[in-house]
């Protein structure tokens, strides 16, 4: 299904952050958007997923055609919207077993039962991609985690939850580079031609290990500049200077 | 104390979950003894009349009113909701003028009913020693597995205790709670009936636990009951109780006194899952006496009333004696729960621990009261409190007032104290991977109480994860 966003205008307390965004990710491609901080990248990460910190004053988001901002926000994770957050909340004395299996029971028709035994043969599995302990399915859910373990946790919910349009918001902040690496070959193991990818990132690194087939960059609040994975070396060579020169290629 | 759990299947569990709505029902009233509206001498004397009580016992409960006409409110430091309870409107004897069955075949059928719905008489089937229903002021039944009562276990209840075996009874009842301990413990004393009396002999470890239920099932009713629980030297109970009642709309209220005595390397749990609809007052005493290398532990989670003021103690009379209290509250809406801990070091190397979760949701208030009491005297005592208290929105209260007296400088304390709330970025994230917002609620409230549920026995921590899920529905929105 692909992400269609039109126009999109949002503001937090009054204050314009989304400025007329325009992207449309189709079933089967890896985008990245990069920029500088503050450009919005990660308030559209949110707005997508359905955060109320945000007022959408205009565009639509869509989702295989469906309108994402009528929904809530489990709904939205329900039809298929997966984010992996920058800085994972933590939820002390919730265990991660009983946490992806209660996002997962949340996704079964009324009356019925998750099988128990196949979860955990599933979860497992997951886990050794994700080179991740047995003992951290009985840890609560990030708490006491380092930055590493947030992230291949994160990694390991989405693999779990096999949603159709994932987005990572600055997913290789703070990972060294074992666990980029390890991060990336989960992400590459769930690339299919049915699940589209937004991968927001600051550094051209995490490009190295998990391919993008566009590269967008924004910039206060737009999408300025788009192109194939070329782009992002360029930006690693030359910065962003070139967005303060007015050199903009709107996409 | 552990006990095997692990031949409790899954459909078992479910058949022993009781919920909040499960209790909201009562039948028409059936009572040959009824000792009329208010408080008085002539009360005091149906009951004892009815009863046949010894003189010994007619005299205590005369005095027991005298105390608590005497003795003030105490909305000093209490809350003035105390004030709405009109002493004069109370019922306070109910009773059909039957003694307790030993067979549930032999109940009235109405009050079978009652405890089927409430799934009392399956939990005995289950895994339970010896339980005892009480349906408004008595005991409807009574009964412990017979190899129990051959290795001289008693399990009947207090009036049944006083007669019968007065020569155990006698020398504690009254002990560790004397009448004048506060208002409601004087009360209890003047009108009290039904609860259970225990003893354990020496060296017996009872492996399954002993359960009581209380029902009330009328309308502007009091239920008194009194226990006294006895483990003698080097033996280990674990003691159950629940309550629930119909929710009517008059005030209900819930006044027990519960005596424990662990004598010499003894060890006492006791369990309660306090369910009262949001009418009833629940004003009760629980306190323990310690001998020597004994134990005894409390384990209390209070979700229902409207008002619950319960501070179970510990007074370790003997070296080396322990006292525990691990206390979870829920206060919802209309709700006050008013909890805490006593514990009374009053022997050399006694060690206290003290753990208290609060949960307060809406407009719901719930308020910690520890007392820790050392004197100079002694030597190598220690205590650890630690409350937590969850706040789910801004208009829900929490307070603490812990008083931790030690003289001497020969103990070892600590005290920490927490409040958080369920953050916005916390439910998100439940939220954004597809949990809806109350069940996400309730997943955040259960991992908060985790660590304390796991010490309730497994059938215990199911029911109460499935309260607090139902407490959490509706809360949000």
Not at chain 1, 200 to 219: C, E, F, G, N
Not at chain 2, 95 to 103: C, E, M, T, V
Not at chain 2, 162 to 184: A, C, S, Y
Not at chain 2, 327 to 343: E, F, P, V
Request: proline share 4%; net charge negative.
């Amino acid at each position: 299904m692909s992400l269609v966003i039109k126009d999109l205008h949002a503001n937090i307390d009054e204050t314009p952050i989304l400025k007329g965004v325009n992207l449309e990710i189709p079933k089967g491609e890896v985008h990245a958007i990069m920029g500088p901080n503050g450009s919005g990248k990660s308030t559209l990460s949110k707005i997508i997923a359905g955060h109320d910190d945000y007022d959408v004053k205009s565009g639509t988001v869509t989702m295989g055609g469906v309108n994402l901002l009528e929904m809530d926000v489990d709904e939205r994770s329900r039809a298929g919207v997966f984010l992996a957050f920058q800085y994972p909340a933590e939820v002390p004395g919730v265990s991660n077993a009983n946490f992806i299996r209660a996002a997962l029971q949340a996704r079964m028709p009324d009356g019925e039962e998750l099988d128990a035994v196949a979860y955990y043969k599933n979860l497992y599995s997951k886990m050794d991609v994700l080179e991740m302990d047995r003992k951290f399915t009985s840890r609560a859910v990030n708490e006491g985690f380092s930055g590493g373990e947030k992230k291949r946790n994160e990694i390991l919910q989405m693999m779990m939850l096999e949603p159709k349009c994932c987005i990572l918001d600055e997913t290789d902040s703070g990972l060294d580079i074992d666990a980029l690496k390890i991060v990336a070959k989960g992400v590459n193991a769930m690339r299919s031609e049915e699940r589209g990818f937004l991968v927001i990132t600051h550094y051209q690194r995490l490009l190295d290990y998990i391919q993008p087939d566009h590269v967008h960059v924004m910039s206060d609040g737009q999408i300025v500049k788009s192109g194939g994975k070329e782009l992002a070396l360029e930006l690693e060579e030359s910065g962003y200077d070139f967005l303060k020169e007015g050199e903009l290629v709107n996409s | 104390m552990s006990y095997d759990t692990s031949t409790i299947d899954q459909e078992t569990q479910d058949a022993i979950s009781v919920d909040q709505a499960k209790g909201d029902f009562s039948f028409p009233e059936n009572h040959k003894f009824d000792a009329g509206v208010g408080l008085s001498s002539d009360t005091v004397d149906y009951i004892s009349n009815v009863k046949d009580d010894p003189d010994w016992v007619r005299e205590f409960r005369h005095k027991g009113l005298k105390t608590f006409l005497d003795k003030p409110m105490p909305t000093n430091w209490a809350t003035k909701d105390l004030e709405n309870i009109d002493f004069d409107k109370i019922r306070y004897y109910l009773s059909d003028g039957q003694k307790p069955k030993r067979s549930w075949d032999e109940v009235p059928p109405e009050v079978l009913e009652t405890f089927e719905r409430l799934g009392v008489p399956e939990q005995e089937r289950a895994f339970l020693a010896g339980v005892e229903a009480q349906y408004d002021s008595e005991a409807a039944y009574s009964n412990v597995k017979e190899e129990l009562e051959k290795d001289g276990v008693i399990f009947v209840n207090s009036t049944e205790g006083l007669k019968e075996h007065e020569e155990i009874f006698r020398p504690w009842f009254g002990k560790v709670i004397p009448t004048g301990d506060n208002k409601f413990s004087a009360l209890n004393s003047a009108v009290f009936s039904g609860g259970s009396f225990i003893y354990i002999p020496k060296g017996l470890k009872v492996k399954h636990p002993l359960q009581a239920y209380f029902r009330i099932n009328s309308e502007n009713f009091g239920q008194f009951e009194r226990t006294l629980i006895i483990a003698d030297e080097g033996s280990e109970v674990m003691y159950m109780e629940g309550c629930t009642a119909p929710k009517f709309e008059t005030a209900t209220l819930h006044s027990a006194v519960v005596e424990l005595v662990a004598m010499k390397d003894a060890k006492i749990q006791y369990i309660t899952v306090q369910n009262w609809s949001s009418n009833v007052f629940n004003l009760v005493t629980k306190r323990g006496m310690a001998h020597e290398d004994a134990e005894i532990r409390w384990i209390d989670c209070n979700i229902g009333s409207r008002l619950t003021m319960k501070y179970p103690g510990v007074v370790m009379k003997g070296e080396r004696a322990r006292g525990e209290v691990i206390s979870i509250a829920l206060a919802n809406d209309g709700q006050h729960q008013d909890t805490g801990a006593k514990m009374i070091h009053a022997a050399d190397n006694t060690t206290s621990n003290v753990i208290s979760k609060s949960i307060s949701v809406g407009e719901g208030r719930s308020t910690y009261r520890g007392q820790v009491h050392i004197p100079k005297n002694l030597k190598g005592c220690k205590n650890n409190t630690e409350c937590d208290a969850l706040l789910i929105n801004s208009h829900s209260k929490t307070d603490t007032y812990p008083a931790i007296t030690v003289r001497g400088n020969q103990h070892v304390t600590q005290h920490e104290a927490s409040v958080s709330q369920v953050s916005e970025e916390m439910l998100f994230y439940m939220e954004q991977r597809g949990i809806p917002e109350a069940a996400a609620m309730s997943l955040a409230v259960n991992g908060f109480i985790n660590e304390l549920a796991q010490e309730f026995p497994m059938e215990y921590s199911v029911e109460l994860k499935r309260l607090v899920e139902l407490e959490m529905e509706g809360s949000v929105g």
